[in-house]
């Protein structure tokens, strides 16, 4: 913002919607991580693009699927374990574009 000196001056609020793109056009990938959790295994999915409730929805399916335990957040579903291929086809059989990424 710009300093102004008018005394009827009112910032225009930046408004930003956020949209979730469908699942034909998200790229996603699919990491395996060990580092930061203590020794544990984890499967991580990045690059979301959408609101926060259609993640945490995505990833409450995917944990259900998996049955295992999990969070979604930062624009990241972390599920508990290895758990890459059976996500990668959940997500290809709903129409995502995912890729297994990483180690």
């Known amino acids: 913002m710009v300093y102004s000196t008018n005394p009827?001056?009112?910032?225009?609020?930046?408004?930003?919607?956020?949209?979730?793109?469908?699942?034909?056009?998200?790229?996603?990938r699919i990491w395996l991580e060990k580092n930061h959790r203590g020794g544990k295994i984890a499967?991580?999915?990045?690059?979301?693009?959408?609101?926060?409730?259609?993640?945490?929805?995505?990833?409450?399916?995917?944990?259900q699927k998996c049955g295992t335990g999990g969070s979604a957040k930062d624009g990241e579903i972390i599920i508990q374990g290895d758990h890459r291929d059976k996500i990668y086809d959940l997500l290809n059989k709903d129409g995502y574009k995912c890729k297994k990424a990483g180690s």
């Open 43 to 63: 499967t991580v999915i990045k690059g979301f693009v959408g609101t926060d409730g259609d993640l945490e929805k995505l990833g409450k399916t995917l944990k």
């Open 8 to 28: 009827n001056f009112k910032a225009e609020e930046e408004q930003v919607f956020a949209t979730t793109l469908p699942p034909a056009q998200q790229d996603l």
